[in-house]
Protein backbone atom coordinates (compact mmCIF):
# COMPACT_ATOMS: atom_id res chain seq x y z
CA UNK A 1 0.00 0.00 0.00
CA UNK A 2 1.24 3.37 -1.12
CA UNK A 3 2.16 5.98 1.52
CA UNK A 4 -0.27 8.51 0.27
CA UNK A 5 1.38 11.49 2.48
CA UNK A 6 3.90 11.57 -0.10
CA UNK A 7 3.47 12.16 -3.35
CA UNK A 8 5.31 9.57 -5.82
CA UNK A 9 6.64 10.67 -8.60
CA UNK A 10 7.03 8.70 -12.36
CA UNK A 11 9.26 9.25 -15.11
CA UNK A 12 8.69 7.49 -18.29
CA UNK A 13 11.34 5.97 -21.16
CA UNK A 14 10.23 5.47 -24.56
CA UNK A 15 12.70 3.08 -26.20
CA UNK A 16 13.02 3.41 -30.17
CA UNK A 17 15.20 4.08 -32.95
CA UNK A 18 11.44 4.12 -34.73
CA UNK A 19 10.23 7.02 -32.66
CA UNK A 20 13.79 9.04 -32.74
CA UNK A 21 13.24 8.34 -36.63
CA UNK A 22 9.65 9.24 -36.94
CA UNK A 23 8.93 5.74 -38.05
CA UNK A 24 6.56 5.62 -35.69
CA UNK A 25 4.38 7.83 -33.50
CA UNK A 26 4.57 7.57 -30.11
CA UNK A 27 1.41 6.87 -27.96
CA UNK A 28 2.33 5.44 -24.50
CA UNK A 29 3.77 8.67 -23.09
CA UNK A 30 0.48 9.89 -23.53
CA UNK A 31 -1.79 7.06 -22.44
CA UNK A 32 0.83 6.69 -19.22
CA UNK A 33 0.68 10.36 -18.07
CA UNK A 34 -2.94 10.39 -18.51
CA UNK A 35 -3.40 7.23 -16.60
CA UNK A 36 -0.55 7.86 -13.85
CA UNK A 37 -2.06 11.65 -13.07
CA UNK A 38 -5.50 10.35 -12.68
CA UNK A 39 -4.09 7.90 -10.10
CA UNK A 40 -2.56 10.38 -8.36
CA UNK A 41 1.62 10.24 -9.26
CA UNK A 42 3.36 13.11 -10.37
CA UNK A 43 5.13 12.61 -13.71
CA UNK A 44 8.34 14.49 -13.21
CA UNK A 45 10.32 13.74 -16.61
CA UNK A 46 9.93 11.61 -20.10
CA UNK A 47 12.58 10.46 -22.00
CA UNK A 48 13.01 9.12 -25.60
CA UNK A 49 16.06 7.48 -25.93
CA UNK A 50 17.34 5.27 -28.83
CA UNK A 51 17.74 1.33 -28.81
CA UNK A 52 21.98 1.54 -27.27
CA UNK A 53 22.35 -0.45 -24.60
CA UNK A 54 24.52 2.15 -22.67
CA UNK A 55 22.33 4.78 -23.31
CA UNK A 56 19.40 2.37 -21.91
CA UNK A 57 21.36 1.75 -18.88
CA UNK A 58 22.50 5.32 -17.81
CA UNK A 59 18.96 6.42 -18.46
CA UNK A 60 16.88 3.58 -16.25
CA UNK A 61 19.49 3.99 -13.49
CA UNK A 62 19.56 7.95 -13.20
CA UNK A 63 15.53 7.63 -13.85
CA UNK A 64 15.57 5.01 -10.91
CA UNK A 65 17.51 6.75 -8.29
CA UNK A 66 15.46 9.93 -9.12
CA UNK A 67 11.92 8.70 -9.25
CA UNK A 68 9.64 6.56 -7.26
CA UNK A 69 8.33 4.66 -9.97
CA UNK A 70 10.04 4.33 -13.61
CA UNK A 71 8.11 3.30 -16.89
CA UNK A 72 9.57 2.00 -20.01
CA UNK A 73 8.20 1.31 -23.02
CA UNK A 74 10.24 -0.45 -26.12
CA UNK A 75 12.86 -2.69 -26.91
CA UNK A 76 11.47 -6.21 -25.07
CA UNK A 77 10.62 -9.06 -27.46
CA UNK A 78 12.78 -11.83 -29.94
CA UNK A 79 14.72 -9.41 -32.37
CA UNK A 80 18.17 -7.93 -32.34
CA UNK A 81 16.86 -4.33 -31.41
CA UNK A 82 15.33 -5.68 -28.72
CA UNK A 83 17.74 -4.43 -25.89
CA UNK A 84 16.02 -3.00 -23.03
CA UNK A 85 16.46 -5.92 -20.66
CA UNK A 86 20.51 -5.76 -21.41
CA UNK A 87 20.49 -2.46 -21.43
CA UNK A 88 18.86 -2.27 -17.48
CA UNK A 89 20.89 -4.75 -16.80
CA UNK A 90 23.95 -3.03 -17.96
CA UNK A 91 23.19 -0.18 -16.47
CA UNK A 92 22.86 -1.60 -12.63
CA UNK A 93 25.93 -4.03 -12.65
CA UNK A 94 23.99 -7.70 -13.22
CA UNK A 95 23.72 -10.20 -15.09
CA UNK A 96 20.84 -11.71 -17.87
CA UNK A 97 19.89 -14.24 -17.10
CA UNK A 98 16.62 -16.80 -17.70
CA UNK A 99 13.95 -16.19 -14.79
CA UNK A 100 12.73 -19.84 -14.24
CA UNK A 101 9.03 -19.13 -14.35
CA UNK A 102 9.58 -17.50 -17.42
CA UNK A 103 11.61 -20.38 -19.16
CA UNK A 104 8.47 -22.75 -17.80
CA UNK A 105 6.10 -20.77 -20.21
CA UNK A 106 7.86 -21.13 -23.06
CA UNK A 107 9.18 -25.32 -23.01
CA UNK A 108 5.52 -25.50 -22.12
CA UNK A 109 4.10 -23.32 -25.27
CA UNK A 110 6.68 -24.24 -27.85
CA UNK A 111 8.05 -27.45 -26.90
CA UNK A 112 11.12 -28.86 -24.68
CA UNK A 113 13.64 -27.16 -26.79
CA UNK A 114 12.16 -23.81 -28.14
CA UNK A 115 14.68 -21.36 -30.09
CA UNK A 116 17.24 -18.63 -29.35
CA UNK A 117 14.79 -15.92 -30.55
CA UNK A 118 11.66 -17.29 -28.13
CA UNK A 119 14.01 -18.06 -25.25
CA UNK A 120 15.47 -14.42 -25.25
CA UNK A 121 12.07 -13.70 -24.19
CA UNK A 122 12.81 -15.17 -20.83
CA UNK A 123 15.73 -13.05 -19.86
CA UNK A 124 15.41 -10.67 -17.23
CA UNK A 125 18.08 -8.62 -15.26
CA UNK A 126 19.27 -10.76 -12.18
CA UNK A 127 16.66 -10.08 -9.20
CA UNK A 128 13.66 -9.09 -11.55
CA UNK A 129 9.98 -10.03 -10.42
CA UNK A 130 7.65 -11.36 -13.14
CA UNK A 131 3.74 -10.18 -12.41
CA UNK A 132 2.05 -13.14 -13.67
CA UNK A 133 -1.12 -12.88 -14.72
CA UNK A 134 -2.29 -15.72 -15.66
CA UNK A 135 -4.27 -17.52 -18.55
CA UNK A 136 -2.37 -16.49 -22.02
CA UNK A 137 -1.35 -12.95 -20.97
CA UNK A 138 2.57 -12.34 -20.90
CA UNK A 139 4.05 -11.52 -18.01
CA UNK A 140 5.44 -8.15 -17.15
CA UNK A 141 9.05 -7.93 -15.58
CA UNK A 142 9.51 -5.28 -13.34
CA UNK A 143 13.23 -4.73 -11.79
CA UNK A 144 13.52 -2.76 -8.41
CA UNK A 145 11.20 0.28 -9.47
CA UNK A 146 11.41 0.08 -13.23
CA UNK A 147 8.09 -1.40 -14.60
CA UNK A 148 9.41 -2.91 -18.31
CA UNK A 149 6.49 -2.18 -20.61
CA UNK A 150 6.47 -3.53 -24.23
CA UNK A 151 6.33 -0.77 -27.09
CA UNK A 152 3.27 -2.26 -29.08
CA UNK A 153 0.58 0.59 -27.59
CA UNK A 154 -2.49 -2.32 -27.40
CA UNK A 155 0.05 -4.75 -24.90
CA UNK A 156 1.19 -2.12 -23.13
CA UNK A 157 -2.64 -0.51 -22.02
CA UNK A 158 -3.41 -3.82 -21.52
CA UNK A 159 -0.74 -4.98 -19.36
CA UNK A 160 -0.75 -1.53 -17.23
CA UNK A 161 -4.62 -1.68 -16.76
CA UNK A 162 -3.73 -4.76 -14.50
CA UNK A 163 -1.21 -3.34 -12.38
CA UNK A 164 -2.57 0.22 -12.31
CA UNK A 165 -3.95 -0.18 -8.71
CA UNK A 166 0.01 -0.83 -7.54
CA UNK A 167 0.18 3.18 -8.34
CA UNK A 168 -2.99 4.55 -6.72
CA UNK A 169 -2.46 7.38 -4.34
CA UNK A 170 -4.30 10.65 -3.11
CA UNK A 171 -6.59 11.52 -6.62
CA UNK A 172 -5.84 14.98 -8.44
CA UNK A 173 -8.66 16.94 -8.86
CA UNK A 174 -8.90 18.88 -12.14
CA UNK A 175 -11.41 21.50 -13.28
CA UNK A 176 -11.40 23.35 -16.92
CA UNK A 177 -12.80 27.15 -18.28
CA UNK A 178 -13.48 27.81 -21.38
CA UNK A 179 -12.52 31.02 -22.52
CA UNK A 180 -13.75 33.47 -25.69
CA UNK A 181 -11.03 36.16 -24.79
CA UNK A 182 -7.24 36.60 -25.64
CA UNK A 183 -4.70 35.71 -23.04
CA UNK A 184 -3.87 39.35 -22.61
CA UNK A 185 -7.11 40.17 -21.88
CA UNK A 186 -7.33 37.85 -18.74
CA UNK A 187 -3.66 37.56 -17.71
CA UNK A 188 -3.64 39.67 -14.85
CA UNK A 189 -6.89 38.07 -12.92
CA UNK A 190 -5.41 34.80 -13.61
CA UNK A 191 -1.81 35.56 -12.62
CA UNK A 192 -3.72 37.46 -8.92
CA UNK A 193 -5.69 34.54 -8.46
CA UNK A 194 -2.30 32.08 -9.04
CA UNK A 195 -0.40 34.56 -6.20
CA UNK A 196 -3.30 33.61 -3.92
CA UNK A 197 -3.66 29.61 -4.33
CA UNK A 198 -0.66 28.15 -3.92
CA UNK A 199 -2.20 24.49 -3.43
CA UNK A 200 -3.66 24.70 -6.76
CA UNK A 201 -1.36 24.64 -10.17
CA UNK A 202 -3.07 26.44 -13.15
CA UNK A 203 -2.63 26.34 -16.77
CA UNK A 204 -3.49 28.69 -19.19
CA UNK A 205 -3.56 26.70 -23.57
CA UNK A 206 -4.47 29.20 -25.96
CA UNK A 207 -6.78 27.79 -28.80
CA UNK A 208 -6.26 28.37 -32.82
CA UNK A 209 -9.73 27.80 -35.35
CA UNK A 210 -11.95 26.80 -33.13
CA UNK A 211 -15.21 29.01 -33.35
CA UNK A 212 -16.46 28.37 -30.10
CA UNK A 213 -13.72 29.30 -27.45
CA UNK A 214 -9.91 30.54 -27.95
CA UNK A 215 -8.35 29.97 -24.12
CA UNK A 216 -8.66 26.46 -22.26
CA UNK A 217 -7.47 27.23 -18.73
CA UNK A 218 -7.01 24.36 -16.63
CA UNK A 219 -7.01 24.48 -12.37
CA UNK A 220 -6.11 20.90 -10.34
CA UNK A 221 -5.15 19.85 -6.80
CA UNK A 222 -5.02 17.42 -4.57
CA UNK A 223 -7.10 19.38 -2.49
CA UNK A 224 -11.01 19.49 -3.64
CA UNK A 225 -11.37 22.22 -0.93
CA UNK A 226 -8.81 24.20 -2.68
CA UNK A 227 -9.81 23.51 -5.77
CA UNK A 228 -13.47 24.82 -5.17
CA UNK A 229 -12.45 28.27 -3.64
CA UNK A 230 -9.84 28.81 -6.50
CA UNK A 231 -11.82 28.28 -9.45
CA UNK A 232 -14.95 30.08 -7.68
CA UNK A 233 -12.35 33.00 -7.19
CA UNK A 234 -11.82 32.76 -10.72
CA UNK A 235 -14.50 32.85 -12.25
CA UNK A 236 -16.07 35.76 -10.39
CA UNK A 237 -12.56 37.66 -11.71
CA UNK A 238 -13.71 37.07 -14.77
CA UNK A 239 -16.37 38.78 -17.31
CA UNK A 240 -19.02 36.58 -17.77
CA UNK A 241 -19.57 37.63 -21.35
CA UNK A 242 -16.62 35.50 -22.08
CA UNK A 243 -16.86 32.66 -19.90
CA UNK A 244 -18.22 29.54 -22.73
CA UNK A 245 -18.48 26.97 -20.54
CA UNK A 246 -16.86 24.91 -17.41
CA UNK A 247 -16.04 21.19 -16.61
Avoid: W
Amino acid sequence: MNDCRIIKTAGIIIIGNEILSGKVQDSNSFYLVSELRALGVNIVRISVIPDEIETIGRECRSFSESFDYVLTSGGVGPTHDDITIAGIAYGFGVPVIRHPALEERFRSRYGGSPGDSIMKMAEVPEGAEVVDFGNSRFPLVVFKNIFIFPGIPQYLREKFSLIKERFRCSAVYLKKLFLDAEESDIAAALNGIVDRNHDVSFGSYPVLDNPEYRIVITAESRSEDSLKIAFGELLAALPGRIIVRTE
